[in-house]
Nanobody, 119 residues
C-alpha cells in the first residue's frame, strides 16, 4: 500500500490550499480515510476523516473551513482548506484503514506534505 500526498506549500493567512492523496495497492472504497497534521513537539492530530460510506467528520478547528472528499474511482482523497490561519501550519498526513473510525486506528500513512501559513 502506498499513499502519496501533494498540494502542500506556503500561503498567506486567509488563503487556500488543496491537498491530495493518491492511494495504490489497496481497494480504496472499503476503507475509511483521513487527514492528520503534526507540528514539532506535538502529537499528531486528526483534522478530518471520511468513512467508506462517505460520512465526514472534522476537528473543531477545521469545521467550516476544511472539506474532505474522496474519489474511489481515482483512488484519491482531498482536503480543501480555506481561510487558512498561521496555526494551521504543520506537516499534513494522509491515512487510511479498514473501519478506522470505529477502531480508532488508521493502518497506512503517507510521508506527509508541509503546509506553512504566514501572517
Amino acid at each position: 500500500v502506498q499513499l502519496v500526498e501533494s498540494g502542500g506549500g506556503s500561503v498567506q493567512a486567509g488563503g487556500s490550499l488543496r491537498l491530495s492523496c493518491a492511494a495504490s495497492g489497496i481497494i480504496l472504497r472499503l476503507n475509511d480515510m483521513g487527514w492528520f497534521r503534526q507540528t514539532p513537539g506535538k502529537e499528531r492530530e486528526l483534522v478530518a476523516g471520511i468513512s467508506a460510506a462517505g460520512t465526514t467528520w472534522y476537528a473543531d478547528s477545521a469545521k467550516g473551513r476544511f472539506t474532505i472528499s474522496r474519489d474511489n474511482a481515482k483512488s484519491t482523497q482531498s482536503l480543501q482548506m480555506n481561510s487558512l490561519r498561521p496555526e494551521d501550519t504543520a506537516m499534513y498526513y494522509c491515512a487510511l484503514g479498514l473501519g478506522a473510525r470505529t477502531r480508532g486506528k488508521f493502518d497506512y500513512w503517507g510521508q506527509g506534505t508541509q503546509v506553512t501559513v504566514s501572517s
